[in-house]
């Protein structure tokens, strides 16, 4: 299902929509380009909202708290060393 929406743009922006249809097989109407870049601007935004939402996490809680499972700082300083001693005798150091 579609929905029309009615859209106002300025002659300039218009012209400028006209140019990229025009230059671009893949969109070439007004409408297609206009979708294109209603699409690309709600995905950079659902982008944002995750982006902000990890941080806000992090902020929160941030790793180097002990919760329940330990503390995740502690963790990687004790096995990090000891993944590199492994890889090291498993492929010879190189």
Same mark, same amino acid.
């Given at each position: 299902?579609?929905?029309?929406?009615?859209?106002?743009?300025?002659?300039?922006?218009?012209?400028? /929509?006209? *140019?990229?249809?025009?230059?671009?097989?893949? @969109?070439? +109407?007004?409408?297609?380009?206009? &979708?294109?870049?209603?699409?690309?601007?709600?995905?950079?935004?659902?982008?944002?909202?995750?982006?902000?939402?990890?941080?806000?996490?992090?902020?929160? /809680?941030? *790793?180097?708290?002990?919760?329940?499972?330990? @503390?995740? +700082?502690?963790?990687?300083?004790? &096995?990090?060393?000891?993944?590199?001693?492994?890889?090291?005798?498993?492929?010879?150091?190189?």
């Amino acid at each position: 299902m579609t929905v029309q929406i009615a859209l106002r743009i300025s002659d300039e922006l218009a012209s400028a /929509v006209d *140019q990229i249809a025009a230059a671009d097989a893949s @969109s070439p +109407t007004r409408s297609d380009v206009l &979708r294109k870049a209603i699409e690309a601007y709600v995905r950079a935004e659902r982008r944002k909202f995750v982006d902000e939402s990890i941080v806000a996490a992090y902020t929160n /809680v941030p *790793q180097s708290t002990t919760d329940e499972w330990g @503390s995740l +700082t502690k963790q990687q300083e004790e &096995r990090i060393p000891r993944i590199g001693t492994l890889l090291d005798a498993e492929d010879g150091g190189w």
